[in-house]
């Protein structure tokens, strides 16, 4: 299993995802919505055991965020929010669509 960026609206195993959420895919999953361009990955480091306490991972993300080039399209939603993905290649670890949302939101 690894983890991938959700690039369109997709329902997998009775589940919905969004733009931008992650997804946990076996290979053949995978190369299913690879192929139709409903997922992007895999994100690396998404499956790092991480020791940071809730703030100091939200300051990652803050931190993350504001390194991102804001001209690249590839890296930004439509909403104007940062891929989480994005966000994740930064870190080394699985930024969540939710906690992602709320560092963003906090910001505006």
């Known amino acids: 299993m690894n983890t991938y960026t959700v690039e369109s609206p997709i329902k997998h195993d009775g589940k919905?995802?969004?733009?931008?959420d992650t997804i946990e895919l076996n290979e053949k999953d995978a190369?299913?919505?690879?192929?139709?361009?409903?997922?992007s990955g895999p994100v690396e480091g998404a499956h790092k055991t991480l020791t940071?306490?809730?703030?100091?991972?939200?300051a990652a993300i803050v931190e993350a965020i504001s390194t991102l080039d804001?001209?690249?399209?590839?890296?930004?939603?439509?909403?104007?929010?940062?891929?989480?993905?994005?966000?994740?290649?930064?870190?080394?670890?699985?930024?969540?669509?939710?906690?992602?949302?709320a560092v963003w939101m906090q910001g505006k």
């Open 16 to 20: 919905e995802y969004a733009e931008g």
């Open 52 to 58: 940071l306490t809730d703030e100091e991972r939200l």
């Open 31 to 39: 190369k299913d919505l690879l192929e139709i361009g409903a997922v």
């Open 70 to 101: 804001q001209a690249d399209t590839t890296l930004w939603l439509a909403s104007g929010a940062p891929k989480a993905e994005a966000i994740a290649a930064i870190t080394g670890w699985k930024v969540s669509a939710a906690e992602r949302d």
